[in-house]
Nanobody, 112 residues
Framework: QVQLVESGGGLVQPGGSLRLSCNVS????????MHWYRQAPGKEREWVAT????????TTAGFMKGRFTTSRDNAKNMLYLQMNSLNFEDTGVYFCNMGSYWGQGTQVTVSS
């Protein structure tokens, strides 16, 4: 049974950092391309980052501007999203994704 369980969200001040985790079961993270998405209040879900099967990563342009990186731990079968220099616009629910599988999301709130 495939499960994706995100964690690590919370309340952070502008300029702060968070590391989100996605605990994967039912498949091996190193065998698939993995993605992070987010959904801000009242907005459409948007793509944040992708980690390729080979383990390289790329992030979206624009709002990301090199602040976010994604990685994985093959031994733990986990995916991570490191977020630095957070700002108010980064507030939202963050999801990890593989194909048609989604986690339940973890809330990130950036507030002073």
């Amino acid at each position: 049974q495939v499960q994706l369980v995100e964690s690590g969200g919370g309340l952070v001040q502008p300029g702060g950092s968070l590391r989100l985790s996605c605990n994967v079961s039912g498949f091996t993270v190193s065998s698939y391309e993995m993605h992070w998405y987010r959904q801000a209040p009242g907005k459409e879900r948007e793509w944040v980052a992708t980690l390729s099967r080979a383990g390289g990563s790329f992030t979206t342009a624009g709002f990301m501007k090199g602040r976010f990186t994604t990685s994985r731990d093959n031994a733990k079968n986990m995916l991570y999203l490191q977020m630095n220099s957070l700002n108010f616009e980064d507030t939202g629910v963050y999801f990890c994704n593989m194909g048609s599988y989604w986690g339940q999301g973890t809330q990130v709130t950036v507030s002073s």
